[in-house]
C-alpha cells in the first residue's frame, strides 16, 4: 500500500526522497508524487524539477518585526494583530 504523493517539510528531504524513490525503480512524479516546503533555489535548480511551497518568510520577518517595535515602543495596546500570509504553490 504505497501513497500516491508525500508532501515533505522541506526541499532538502524531497530531494532526498526523489532520490530514494528513483533507486527503488518508482517513477517521480508519475508513480509517487514529491511535494517539498520552502522554495530552496538550491534545490529547485537540481537534477529534480521539485514541486514546491513558497512562503515569504522575509517579508513575514519584516511585518513581525515591524508590529513588534510599534509595540515595544507602545504605540498600540490593542490585540495581537494577525498578519495573514498565504503561501504560494510552485509546480515544477
Not at 14 to 26: D, F, K, R
Request: hydrophobic letters at 45%; charged letters at 15%.
Amino acid at each position: 500500500n504505497r501513497p500516491a504523493a508525500v508532501f515533505a517539510c522541506a526541499d532538502k528531504l524531497a530531494t532526498e526522497l526523489v532520490q530514494v524513490a528513483w533507486e527503488l525503480g518508482i517513477t517521480v512524479p508519475q508513480d509517487l508524487a514529491i511535494v517539498g516546503f520552502g522554495d530552496i533555489p538550491t534545490y529547485a535548480l537540481s537534477w529534480v524539477s521539485l514541486t514546491t511551497v513558497r512562503h515569504d518568510f522575509q517579508r513575514l520577518g519584516y511585518l513581525a518585526m515591524e508590529h513588534l517595535g510599534t509595540r515595544l515602543r507602545g504605540e498600540t495596546n490593542g490585540p495581537l494583530v494577525h498578519i495573514p500570509f498565504a503561501p504560494q504553490l510552485i509546480i515544477r
